[in-house]
């Protein structure tokens, strides 16, 4: 038996058909094209008909793709040479039986069909060529109008003129001949080559011409699309104009060196399945390096280092470096490597491989002119800006040292203006903050809401500006007397800030005698809250005229008159008993802590009269329980839900809120009430 290595053949074609061999190739084919044993066909576009050397022609479908396997899926069930089968497909696609009967009945002539131990042939009615038997027309037939009213997937064969080509089959032939019939393929003419050159983009200034177009013409016109590659976009559309447009900012092209050559190649494919190879030659040029933004922030009094270059590149890979830098409002360009006073600011280095230093003057902070440094490839150069700033850090204020003035016995309120603030290295200036005691006076006491002042105690600003901070001398005491403090501002200690003065200044309070008979120095005390204060007003008090005594007192804002002995009921903060060998007792109110009205005692040494002042202050203790202030805060439109009682316990019994008060509100509010704060919000 002859094998044939061609199973069939594509007979009719309108549109574009694919065939992808058995080893996975894909290609366009055509009218007339073979079909092998494998092979499968998928119909992109238009219309197609197969014929099969066993078997008869078969419609393929759109988008389906279409195995061979050698025979008509009209035969697949039955033997390849069933003379039965033939018969029923023919009459199935709607063909002259008596074709098929001719072409059997050649057997007995000597004509066998594959499988019968002679040559193999087509069976073919489609195409301009076949045999009929007695009562028809003996010319070859003509595939015209192939689509069957009754069956669309049925042929219909119509005879050709009488003057149609010679019968195919000759005397000397005795085997059925299928005419070659081959649709020339589409004449495709233009431009099929173009050049693009790399150009300029967000990093190249050089020129170039990146785009290139064309145009190719074909009588059944193109396949429309696009493809894009590494290197740029290939487009057609159906009339057959192409463009290709390089990828100027890729990576890859930039990294084509000046005079490289890349050639990429694409297939313009017309309608008819027509190929047409294009191809574009690329270009390359040198890019300038890319120069990419740099900015830094230095400390004041701290010099900062760094590398320009850290974030840029030649895109061929070539070592880059920096030639020259300008200062914005200086038109002097400085070469890599000169050093630059900026003044008032400070010294500026930029080396040629990027490194750079900027010293700043002591104690500036603020911006630094702009400066924009070139680099070079060591063919062409791009230029881009270094922003500099320098923060600012806190240096330490200064005190100064004063005198200020109070008679004997009388006590002083310190001012804040008293330590003589000043913080004249920083701008914008800060302010007082507190005042650090470094050391006590000798002679005469400090007090802060009537408790004495330790050494190395911090005195806020708020304190001393509400008269807390009180100088009191030593009863009968004249002469001067110091103590040292330091000063500390609002600048804080902030990357390495200083905001206390390291160098104490000294406070010199000069007490000037006064002439008396004589003299019983003011009291000034404090007592715990809850505990009762005993001590006498005339300790240290004596007169050369006899034994000092109190003859009697007065409670501020109260008018009467208390003799030594009597006691004076202070309503709400307590009671005071003064007798008259000036020993005293006060009991303040349970829980009342504050300052209590002063006290203004008379005394008498039998011939001459003095007057004194008691002042005393209950200082807050820390009872069986305590709740500390609730701090907090809340975004605008949102309610704020907590609890004042968090971490609050006692000891003696569950702690409950009893009432509260809204400051600039007189209601008290008991607990459970709800405050409603005009324009603020509400509180329960």
Excluded: C
Excluded at 241 to 265: C, F, I, M, R
Aim: proline letters at 6%; hydrophobic letters at 35%.
């Amino acid at each position: 038996m002859v094998t044939q290595a061609v199973i069939g053949v594509v007979r009719a074609l309108n549109g574009i058909l694919e065939k992808i061999n058995a080893h996975g190739e894909a290609h366009i084919v055509k009218s007339g094209a073979p079909l092998h044993q494998g092979d499968i066909l998928t119909l992109l576009s238009g219309e197609a008909y197969i014929q099969f050397v066993q078997g008869f022609p078969e419609a393929l479908a759109l988008n389906k793709p279409f195995p061979l396997d050698g025979i008509s899926p009209a035969l697949k069930f039955g033997a390849l040479n069933a003379n039965e089968e033939l018969i029923q497909e023919a009459i199935a696609k709607g063909i002259d039986p008596s074709l098929v009967l001719d072409v059997l009945g050649a057997t007995a002539a000597g004509v066998e069909v594959l499988g019968s131990g002679g040559d193999s042939f087509y069976i073919d009615p489609m195409y301009g060529a076949g045999l009929v038997s007695s009562g028809y027309n003996s010319l070859p037939l003509s595939f015209d109008n192939y689509r069957s009213l009754m069956d669309p997937q049925g042929i219909v064969f119509r005879p050709i003129s009488e003057t149609a080509a010679e019968p195919l089959i000759s005397a000397q032939s005795d085997a059925v001949v299928i005419p070659d019939i081959t649709i020339p393929p589409s004449v495709i003419n233009g431009i099929f080559t173009g050049e693009v050159t790399e150009s300029g983009g967000l990093n190249n200034s050089i020129p170039g011409a990146p785009k290139f177009a064309a145009q190719i013409t074909s009588v059944d016109g193109f396949i429309p699309g696009d493809k894009t590659g590494p290197l740029g976009t290939f487009t057609m559309d159906s009339t057959g104009k192409w463009t290709y447009e390089l990828h100027d900012n890729s990576p890859l092209v930039d990294a084509l060196k000046a005079g490289e050559v890349q050639v990429v190649t694409f297939d313009a494919v017309a309608t008819d399945g027509t190929i047409q190879k294009i191809t574009v030659t690329i270009h390359g040029e040198n890019d300038a390096p890319y120069a990419l933004p740099e900015n830094g922030v230095a400390r004041e009094d701290t010099a900062i280092t760094g590398n320009l270059l850290i974030n840029d590149k030649d895109p061929e890979g070539d070592p880059i470096s920096i030639t020259t830098f300008t200062l914005e409002g200086n038109t002097v360009v400085y070469q890599a490597g000169q050093t630059v006073t900026i003044d008032g600011k400070g010294q500026l280095t930029i080396l040629a491989n990027g490194d750079y230093s900027f010293t700043p003057f002591p104690n500036y902070n603020g911006p630094i002119p702009l400066m924009t440094y070139t680099l070079s490839d060591g063919t062409i150069e791009n230029s881009t800006n270094f922003s500099l700033s320098v923060s600012s850090v806190n240096d330490a204020p200064e005190g100064t040292d004063n005198t200020i003035t109070t008679a004997e016995d009388t006590p002083i309120v310190l001012n804040a203006a008293d330590f003589g603030f000043t913080d004249p290295n920083d701008n914008p200036a800060d302010s007082l903050l507190a005042v650090k005691i470094s050391t006590l006076p000798l002679d005469g006491s400090l007090y802060l809401n009537g408790a004495a002042v330790t050494t190395g105690q911090v005195i806020s600003t708020a304190a001393i500006n509400a008269g807390s901070l009180v100088f009191v001398p030593t009863s009968n005491m004249n002469g001067t007397i110091n103590f040292t403090f330091q000063v500390q501002d609002t600048g804080g200690t902030l990357n390495g800030g200083v905001d206390l003065d390291p160098t104490p200044n000294t406070l010199t309070i000069n007490v000037t005698p006064v002439d008396d008979a004589f003299s019983d120095a003011d009291e000034t005390l404090s007592v715990a809250e809850d505990s009762t204060l005993n001590g006498t007003v005339l300790s240290g008090t004596s007169s050369v005229d006899g034994p000092v005594t109190v003859t009697g007192f007065n409670v501020a804002g109260d008018t009467t008159n208390y003799s030594a002995g009597q006691t004076a009921a202070i309503a709400g903060v307590g009671s005071l008993q003064i007798n008259g060998d000036g020993t005293f007792s006060f009991i303040p109110v349970a829980n009342y802590n504050g300052p209590v009205p002063e006290i203004t005692y008379t005394m008498t040494d039998g011939s001459s009269g003095d007057t004194s002042t008691l002042t005393i202050n209950v200082t807050p203790v820390d009872d069986a329980f305590t709740d500390a202030n609730e701090v907090l805060s809340v975004a605008e439109d949102t309610t704020l839900n907590g609890n004042v009682l968090t971490g609050t316990s006692s000891v003696d019994g569950p702690v409950t809120v009893t009432g509260f008060n809204v400051a600039g509100d007189t209601t008290n509010y008991s607990a459970g009430q709800t405050a409603a704060i005009a324009g603020v919000g509400s509180l329960q």
